[in-house]
């Protein structure tokens, strides 16, 4: 079960890796465009006419910072896959040799949150399967470890 759950987390923090930087780049160009069509669009309303300026500046600020929000939440999101891509490996590690049991735990739980965050953020993928498979399969490995062995069996006399 520890060697499967190594495995599938590896995976896993690929995956995150690429989606992480995937987040990062989309949240930072969202952030950026929402900063440039502010900046364009105070401009606009300054040379426009004055009735309607002041609608339409409050509703571009709510617009930008809406879009703003968003992007900077994205890219948060990212920087947590890129932790995430580093304790998985390390739990995957801690998996096949079969030390730190809190550690594996705790990353398994992270490794379900990471993917529940993202189903709900974007969609469900077949990407998530192995995030959820993962962190669920180092879980149950991680509750074996330490756990005596059955005794050996008697040795049979010598005749």
Known sequence: MRIAAGIILIIAAIINVI?????????????????????????????????????????????????????????????????MFILQIVCAVFCFLAKAKGFIMLVGALSIVAEIVGIILIAFGWTNIFGLLG???????????????????????AA
């Open 19 to 83: 989606a992480g930087a995937g987040y990062v780049l989309g949240g930072g160009a969202a952030k950026l465009t929402s900063d440039a069509v502010k900046a364009v669009g105070d401009e606009a309303i300054k040379e426009g006419a004055a009735e309607d300026a002041a609608k339409a500046s409050q509703e571009l600020k709510e617009a930008t910072d809406k879009a703003g929000a968003a992007g900077m939440g994205l890219m948060g999101f990212g920087l947590f896959l890129w932790l």
């Open 135 to 157: 962190g669920l399969l180092a879980i149950i490995g991680a509750m074996g470890i330490g756990k005596a062995a059955a005794p050996a069996a008697p040795a049979a006399p």
